[in-house]
């Protein structure tokens, strides 16, 4: 007995520690860290590829971009996800990261249902999200107090609204909610509010999509930036990815993601991009 | 064999030859055939005895590695804020404008600070007489099965995820406030009436153990004295049991202040002095949540984060020191 005891802590004290030593020792295995908005994309995209490449094991995990970034460049994780551009983060060098985009989400603002208003201006949506107009008549609307619901501070969906739409100017210090679902229950529920998520979101009918400057928040409008809410969703090497990596992110960028996963996600391919926009937001015509 | 082993030989054989332990019977046993090396060997039980201790001590050794570990990372990431980024410590626990982001002027830390304590002062508030109430009731009043339902509804409480709270609150609670109260029915009053029934629980059976562990006799000459049940109650079972109801009290409110989810989901997460309770605010734990993916480490922003992480570490020490002062006294 004592003895089978004995060997019994034995093994495992020995089988532990091979075990993980054997994991870490795995050449195929990639961590993908970052971006909940490209976790199901890529969660999905490893799946396929490894039933392909049996040897590969590709570990997908959310956490946030800021999180992504970080561990990427601490070289803890072989990818890291953002959907903001790494050179826009402080506290990481974007020089030693190297960029690869692997689809575009559009964002929309979306309002209560009952605000009577079905589009705004460049100028009300930022007017409104600095707290400038406080009541929907001033936009057109019904005499109704806006409530603005904003996405939490440093998430990427806003960082692309405020580049895109406040232009550097401070949005009113309000409600804040960190995920896409929470916002559209909170806005579908409450009058009054004002928000915005992510395309792939929107789909529902207790929400009021409002078009901007009267284009219509659709993913046809998004390539030839005709509705310039949009961002790229990053994956991010430190460096030169190993081998395995490089063959998963060229898979990413291959036909069948990008053409079946993509757009079933309400994605769209970056393929299709006939503008590219690089982390200052300027826009160049891809191919000129 | 050594020299020690002959030594040990010797008096084992006095030992037989003068029948020094009358207890073990020696007849038919040649000295020669008693193993020495065996007898000085530690026995299976004394092995057993090392090993069990040996085990536990590792167990709490690395328990405390741990402990320390969580304290020591907190604490440095937590302090580097002020000490790395210079952000007078005065200045984040006074101060209310919270936007790391924008530099070392914009952390300030009151108003998650005030809506966290409000949080859980109202929802201790509101959850205390109701526990003790329905713990008098399971002690005192009533017996058998219809307690028995009550204590597993109570375990149901428990074990329902803070996620469902936040999503019945979110569904339920919020738009009944709106249309009560007014605002937009996100606020401290809303998070304080999910708070209420997440904490109920808890302070409910740590109560109904305060009252049990009032002894029998105390009750009995009450009744002997002419005391009604319920003079009994009020005057002799609640302040006997004060000390404990206290105890289950700051139990309540250190689940309370310690709550992410259900708070984050109901509360409106706006990092804004609370204005009224239904004003939309952020507790520290709210701001925890929904931000730390979105640093990156070693930031500015991200320290502040952990800086709030240690302000709940100290808070939740405070609570503990607080019910171990309780209970000496009691």
């Known amino acids: 007995m004592r003895k089978n005891n004995l060997v019994k802590l034995l093994a495992v004290i020995v089988v532990v520690p091979l075990f993980l030593v054997g994991c870490s020792k795995n050449q195929e295995k990639i961590t993908i860290v970052g971006s909940s908005a490209l976790q199901p994309l890529i969660e999905q995209a490893g799946n396929d590829y490894h039933l392909a490449h049996m040897s590969s094991n590709i570990v997908v995990q959310g956490g946030g971009s800021g999180t992504g970034l970080s561990q990427v460049q601490a070289g803890a994780v072989e990818v890291g996800t953002s959907d903001v551009f790494a050179a826009t983060q402080k506290g990481i060098d974007a020089a030693e990261l190297k960029d690869y985009p692997v689809a575009v989400v559009g964002i929309v603002p979306i309002a209560n249902k009952g605000v009577g208003v079905k589009d705004l201006s460049t100028q009300q949506l930022a007017a409104i999200f600095t707290g400038k107009v406080k009541n929907w008549r001033q936009v057109g609307g019904k005499n109704l107090p806006i409530i603005v619901i904003n996405r939490s501070r440093g998430s990427g969906t806003r960082t692309t609204f405020e580049d895109l739409i406040l232009s550097g100017k401070e949005a009113v210090n309000s409600q804040e909610q960190d995920s896409n679902g929470t916002v559209k229950k909170i806005v579908s529920t409450t009058p009054g509010t004002i928000s915005y998520i992510s395309f792939p979101y929107a789909n529902d009918q207790n929400i009021q999509k409002l078009s901007l400057n009267g284009v219509r928040p659709d993913n046809q409008n998004i390539p030839a930036n005709k509705w310039p809410l949009w961002s790229y969703e990053h994956m991010y090497t430190k460096g030169k990815p190993n081998k395995a990596t490089a063959a998963f992110i060229k898979y990413v960028l291959g036909k069948k993601v990008q053409q079946d996963l993509v757009p079933k996600i309400g994605y769209l391919s970056i393929h299709e991009m006939k503008v590219a926009r690089d982390s200052q937001n300027n826009i160049t015509q891809i191919g000129k | 064999m050594g020299k020690k082993k002959q030594d040990l030989q010797k008096v084992v054989e006095k030992a037989i030859a003068q029948q020094k332990v009358p207890h073990v019977k020696f007849k038919g046993i040649d000295p020669q055939d008693i193993d020495i090396a065996r007898l000085t060997k530690p026995s299976k039980e004394t092995r057993q005895e090392r090993w069990g201790k040996g085990l536990t001590l590792l167990a709490i050794g690395l328990i405390g590695i741990l402990i ?196 984050q989901m109901a509360i409106g997460n706006a990092v804004l002095m609370p204005a009224n309770l239904v004003s939309p605010a952020a507790t520290l734990t709210s701001q925890l949540t929904s931000q730390m993916g979105n640093t990156v480490m070693g930031t500015l922003p991200n320290n502040a984060l952990w800086s709030l992480a240690l302000l709940l570490l100290v808070m939740s020490l405070v609570f503990n020191f607080l019910v171990h002062l309780i209970g000496k006294k009691s």
């Open chain 2, 68 to 263: 320390v570990a969580i304290i020591g990372f907190v604490g440095l990431r937590g302090l580097a804020t002020f000490f790395a980024d210079r952000v007078n410590v005065f200045h984040f626990l006074f101060t209310t404008d919270w936007n790391p982001s924008a530099g070392k002027e914009h952390v300030g830390a009151a108003a998650m600070i005030v809506t966290s304590f409000a949080v859980t002062l109202l929802a201790a508030l509101l959850a205390t007489p109701f526990s003790i109430a329905v713990a008098l009731f399971m002690t005192e009043y009533e017996s058998g099965r219809k307690v028995r339902l009550l204590q597993s509804v109570m375990e149901l409480l428990v074990g329902i995820p803070s996620v469902v709270y936040g999503f019945l609150g979110l569904t339920v609670i919020v738009p009944a406030v709106r249309k009560i109260f007014g605002g937009t029915g996100f606020g401290i009053l809303t998070a304080t009436l999910i708070l209420f029934v997440m904490v109920l629980p808890t302070i409910t059976s740590l109560t109904v153990d305060a009252f049990k562990a009032v002894p029998k006799e105390l009750r009995k000459s009450s009744a002997a004295l002419g005391a009604t049940q319920w003079q009994t109650i009020f005057h002799v079972v609640l302040r006997a049991a004060r000390a404990r109801i206290m105890t289950a009290v700051i139990f309540g409110m250190a689940r309370a202040f310690g709550e992410a989810l259900a708070v």
